[in-house]
């Protein structure tokens, strides 16, 4: 029988905490859209399983829960103000 594929191992940053999909828009610096409301929580389950600009969110399952972090949203935000044709 063969042997299992192991998991890859991720480390997260210290005093960072899991944030659940559908708390995302509670984080403060969160930047909004132009008609000032935050991404609606379907955007976020985008870009994490498609992408946007070919850039996708870093996320963990925690049971049924996707989570991510803030260094990951950051990251997710920086990648995309690198990407060609952005502002």
Avoid: Y
């Amino acid at each position: 029988m063969p042997k299992p594929k192991p998991l890859p191992s991720f480390a997260l940053p210290p005093n960072d905490r899991l944030i659940p999909f559908n708390e995302i828009d509670k984080v403060e610096w969160l930047p909004c859209r132009q008609n000032g409301k935050r991404p609606h929580r379907s955007f976020w389950h985008r870009a994490a399983t498609r992408g946007v600009q070919g850039v996708k969110l870093r996320f963990l399952r925690c049971g049924r829960l996707r989570c991510t972090n803030e260094t990951w949203l950051r990251e997710f935000f920086a990648d995309l103000a690198r990407q060609p044709g952005s502002v």
